[in-house]
């Protein structure tokens, strides 16, 4: 069975052959050398080679990059074969989040968020962290270009991403993934000053609006030129809570996140949220606007109740999980924990499909090789269907 097949049988409640497997980031280099593949493939890789070059120059190169089909395929080409190596059914083609202007050490992207280039200690791996907004005022957002959904990079991205496919016989679901409306909202200004906004609900409207409506143009057109399913990046919470009460979420976000459901189903397209933190005061209200998958039901919050197999036994009819090993094991905890633990994700959630394997973020630098490799050992034991117990 292709990986496509696989990821949408798992989301539609049927059983594929094998529990398919996804990681929203894997930003660990010591794992993917051990794997074969060369470390230091990547944007923030690449932002920091550009540093040697003078601005001006710097800027030519990234408007070439960014719009060089072959380019974009080699990069894709890297990341997807490395992902099919550690039988990973899902590689995303990022189709927001551009750099609107280099400066030192990183970027400005193009929703106003300053990006910094952060290597790791241990094993050089390269990432980019957020480091604050980069407007002051809604003065500055008002002034601020916004992003064009139509602007052929997006589209050009997304079928780079399909054409790796393609070449890999599907042995990889390449899925493109965008802003939502909470993140793109609140980190460009940082929080303290979006707090100020969002007492000023006519600003604070606009922000969500302007964020909402580019993400379902871009579902649109992603659905429209064959997109199977679409990743939105959009954080709700963090470990205590959620950013903003509920009210506001179902005031600014949720009419918009609906919208977007309705826009990928028209053309039988699934959608994966993508949210950390303590969702557990909006999950229904997640699940009323047509989200097909939720990824990562975070692991390591405060509250007991938000808990993948509590919630599982209430909405495990009504929603695909996607995850969630925690990370924290995932870099401290022992090999019988880690596998423990991930055997019984298989075995209480795959059966009668509506999972997909996952860590409970990301496969950070902090992962050792023999702690992944026990992830992989288990999946591989116990992740074909019909499911064992």
């Not at 997640?286 to 007991?304: E, F, H, M, R």
């Not at 919630?311 to 990370?327: A, M």
């Amino acid at each position: 069975m292709d990986a496509p097949t696989r990821v949408l049988k798992a989301i539609n409640h049927e059983e594929p052959d094998r529990v398919p497997a996804f990681e929203s980031a894997f930003t660990n280099n010591t794992i993917r050398a051990h794997y074969g593949i060369q470390a230091g493939g990547g944007v923030a890789a690449g932002l920091t080679a550009l540093e040697q070059f003078p601005k001006e120059q710097r800027d030519q190169i990234v408007k070439w990059a960014m719009s060089n089909r072959e380019f974009i395929v080699k990069g894709y080409t890297d990341d997807y074969d490395f992902l099919h190596r550690v039988k990973i059914d899902i590689g995303l083609s990022y189709v927001t989040h551009g750099p609107r202007e280099l400066i030192e050490g990183g970027i400005i992207d193009e929703f106003g968020r300053i990006m910094k280039i952060e290597p790791d200690p241990k094993d050089g791996t390269i990432v980019l962290g957020y480091h604050g907004g980069h407007l002051r005022s809604f003065e500055d957002y008002e002034n601020w270009e916004r992003p064009d959904p139509n602007d052929p990079v997006r589209l050009a991205t997304f079928q780079a991403g399909k054409e790796v496919q393609k070449q890999m016989n599907n042995e990889i679901l390449s899925v493109p993934a965008i802003g939502g409306m909470m993140e793109p909202s609140w980190e460009p200004f940082g929080l303290e000053m979006f707090s100020r906004i969002l007492a000023r609900p006519a600003q604070a409207k606009k922000v969500f609006d302007d964020n909402g409506k580019l993400a379902v143009e871009l579902v649109k057109i992603l659905a429209e030129n064959g997109a199977e399913l679409v990743l939105i990046w959009d954080d709700y919470g963090f470990k205590n809570g959620l950013f903003m009460s509920p009210r506001n979420y179902r005031i600014y976000v949720f009419p918009w996140l609906k919208q977007i459901c309705t826009a990928a189903h028209k053309h039988d397209c699934k959608i994966m949220l993508h949210s950390d933190g303590d969702l557990a005061d909006i999950f229904e209200d997640i699940i009323s606007c047509g989200v097909d998958a939720l990824n990562p039901i975070d692991p390591t919050i405060a509250n007991p109740e938000y808990d993948i197999f509590k919630l599982y036994e209430k909405y495990g009819d009504h929603i695909t999980f996607v995850g969630n090993i925690s990370p924290v094991m995932l870099a401290t905890g022992t090999i019988p924990e880690i596998k423990e633990y991930s055997k019984r994700l298989i075995q209480e959630l795959a059966p009668g499909g509506g999972y997909i394997f996952s860590s409970g973020h990301s496969i950070n630098p902090g992962v050792t090789v023999d702690r992944w490799q026990a992830v992989m050992e288990i999946r591989e034991k116990y992740g074909s269907y019909p499911i064992k117990i």
